[in-house]
T-cell receptor
Framework: DAKTTQPPSMDCAEGRAANLPCNHSTISGNEYVYWYRQIHSQGPQYIIHGLKNNETNEMASLIITEDRKSSTLILPHATLRDTAVYYCIVRLTYNQGGKLIFGQGTELSVKP | IAGITQAPTSQILAAGRRMTLRCTQDMRHNAMYWYRQDLGLGLRLIHYSNTAGTTGKGEVPDGYSVSRANTDDFPLTLASAVPSQTSVYFC???????????????FGPGTRLTVL
């Protein structure tokens, strides 16, 4: 199981912030939260990851709640090219191979 | 240009035939992965390799085999293809598999396989 829950779809107006939620209520202390996205017909692309602290890079910001049971990916100024399926993933620990288990993701549609 | 490549881009295959999907990376990544993606099911891990010479089973390994003779190549073989193996197959690599450290995976462009 992916151990994450995301809404199946969301819409966002171009130029506005897109806030994509994810629940991971069974996350353990040394598991990371990763976000990937997949633009139609392409391979998934890494966006950002975090453990406890909020993180920001050139693509997005990641806000993780203090209890780590949920997180939000923020695309500050969404563009049409951000239309994609966004996957929130809890990275398994070493004993489970450190693999990524993809769930269903959220299909984000950015509209003009 | 550094990256990860897959071949073929697409293939139509008769059931019962043997097929090998190729995956090559030139980033000297230790870990490599094979996923399949099906409508409504998302990406599912088939097999992985944390380092050359080792492999492991993912979520859906049945009907597939892999080998990792060197760092760069990670072929996926369907010994006797069946229609349920019709899917898009993605290969990925990461600098390291396993514990603790950041494990960004880089994905190839995919292979679209149809088994009739």
């Amino acid at each position: 199981d992916a151990k994450t829950t995301q809404p199946p779809s969301m819409d966002c107006a171009e130029g506005r912030a897109a806030n994509l939620p994810c629940n991971h209520s069974t996350i353990s202390g040394n598991e990371y939260v990763y976000w990937y996205r997949q633009i139609h017909s392409q391979g998934p692309q890494y966006i950002i990851h975090g453990l406890k602290n909020n993180e920001t890079n050139e693509m997005a910001s990641l806000i993780i709640t203090e209890d780590r049971k949920s997180s939000t990916l923020i695309l500050p100024h969404a563009t049409l090219r951000d239309t994609a399926v966004y996957y929130c993933i809890v990275r398994l620990t070493y004993n489970q191979g450190g693999k990524l288990i993809f769930g269903q993701g959220t299909e984000l549609s950015v509209k003009p | 240009i550094a990256g990860i490549t897959q071949a073929p881009t697409s293939q139509i295959l008769a059931a019962g035939r043997r097929m090998t999907l190729r995956c090559t990376q030139d980033m000297r990544h230790n870990a490599m992965y094979w996923y399949r993606q099906d409508l409504g099911l998302g990406l599912r891990l088939i097999h992985y390799s944390n380092t050359a010479g080792t492999t492991g089973k993912g979520e859906v390994p049945d009907g597939y085999s892999v080998s990792r003779a060197n760092t760069d190549d990670f072929p996926l073989t369907l010994a006797s293809a069946v229609p349920s193996q019709t899917s898009v197959y993605f290969c990925a690599s990461s600098p390291r598999g396993g514990q603790g450290l950041h494990n960004e995976q880089f994905f190839g462009p995919g292979t679209r396989l149809t088994v009739l």
